[in-house]
């Protein structure tokens, strides 16, 4: 029985959604302005048919992509039905089974919370208080706010447009497992708000200029709808392997062996051996987050093209590692271009590219439905179908 590796490249958008100015978006295009503003080389993912998922997406070809498409790829492009552009929202409707209920977000402005939500917070924490109050990209408002933090001993709590709650606390004077303790106590608060993610943001250092965030970032979810991938394959009982924030993103539910790296390469190198040994009938969920967070948020074209290029170069690591039959797929959640105004998401299409080993390719077109993935994964591991979602195997 043949395997299924699907993996999200958190933030690889590829050209505006038909709602996208709604969001505020319209224009943004993740990849096709890293391809205008770079010249990128990526020559496995545009084996896969990445140029022309791009292309059918942009209706108009992608700037440098125009390598020969390997037989057995398939490629196309989807479109979110769900009403966000943030990672839980894209991943659980890439998975089959979209948000049925609409996330809560924290209005723009200062401050950013209800002042009865700080101070449930502030009483169950049993917290001096809280600092923030704000919405803000982190890295800078630990830099301005690092030194307060360490002096009051208030966490740093913000927010973003995304539907989101981050807190931020120094992991030796706050302490790290304090931290996640608190952030466990704020899901619960604002789960009749809908909140999708209460994210914990410990850090390190001294003072201004030395504050650097950690690799134990943790995400607490907003428990996902059922009726995914991981449901059905966990129903049949097949092996489950979560890379990265999937656990995460997904409440940790049927999620089985959860692999975590420090970033993207730690992680491609426990990812390797981990697909060595799964079973037949297995699935791996795989999310790859830096170029999301560590170049797309920060607005940062090159790093966002070095990164793409670096992941490329190790996607050549997983193809002799197919097995006959096995499907191999490679999405986004949203887009975030690093030329676009602002910090946050963006609003856009993303690419579904892959291969079938020993299957014909062929070009899958446009999908209705992110769901149109998960739903193709169930049909190839034979499992019941998805909640949502048409297969286009």
Request: hydrophobic share 40%; with cysteine.
């Amino acid at each position: 029985m043949a395997r299924a590796i699907f993996i999200v490249l958190d933030s690889l958008g590829c050209g505006s959604a038909l709602d996208s100015a709604s969001f505020g978006d319209e224009g943004a295009d993740t990849l096709g302005h890293i391809a205008e503003a770079i010249s990128l080389r990526m020559p496995v993912l545009d084996s896969l048919g990445l140029g022309r998922a791009a292309a059918l997406s942009r209706g108009k070809p992608l700037n440098g992509f125009n390598a020969p498409v390997h037989p057995q790829a398939v490629f196309g492009y989807a479109v979110e039905t769900s009403q966000g552009k943030d990672t839980p929202s894209g991943h659980w409707e890439l998975a089959g089974a979209p948000a049925d209920f609409s996330f809560g977000y924290f209005p723009p402005g200062t401050p950013a919370f209800p002042p009865a939500l700080v101070a449930a917070i502030v009483e169950a924490g049993q917290l001096p208080g809280i600092i923030g109050d704000c919405h803000a990209a982190g890295v800078a408002l630990i830099e301005d706010l690092g030194e307060e933090h360490l002096r009051t001993g208030k966490p740093i709590m913000y927010t973003s447009v995304d539907s989101v709650l981050q807190i931020a606390a120094h992991e030796e004077s706050f302490g790290r497992e304090r931290l996640f303790e608190l952030c466990r106590t704020v899901r619960k608060i604002v789960d009749p708000l809908h909140i999708g993610r209460v994210i914990a943001r410990p850090f390190l250092g001294t003072h201004a200029g030395d504050f650097k965030r950690t690799q134990y970032r943790k995400d607490f979810s907003i428990p996902p709808p059922h009726g995914n991938i991981l449901d059905r394959a966990a129903k049949e009982n097949r092996a489950i392997m979560s890379v990265g924030k999937i656990g995460d993103i997904f409440d940790h539910r049927n999620t089985g062996e959860e692999i975590k790296g420090a970033h993207d390469m730690n992680l491609f190198d426990r990812m390797l051996p981990a697909l060595q040994r799964l079973p037949d009938g297995g699935l791996m969920f795989a999310n790859f987050v830096d170029l999301d967070t560590d170049f797309g948020h920060r607005r940062n074209v090159a790093g966002y093209a070095a990164g793409l290029e670096k992941f490329d170069s190790r996607m050549a690591e997983i193809v002799p590692l197919l097995r006959d039959g096995d499907l191999l797929l490679v999405s986004a959640d949203h887009g975030n271009d690093p030329t676009w105004k602002g910090t946050d998401h963006t609003r856009e299409h993303v690419p579904v590219i892959g291969m079938q080993a020993g299957a014909q390719g062929r070009d899958i077109g446009r999908r209705e439905t992110f769901a149109d993935v998960g739903a193709s994964i169930a049909a190839h591991l034979g499992l019941e179908p998805t909640t949502t979602g048409t297969s286009f195997l």
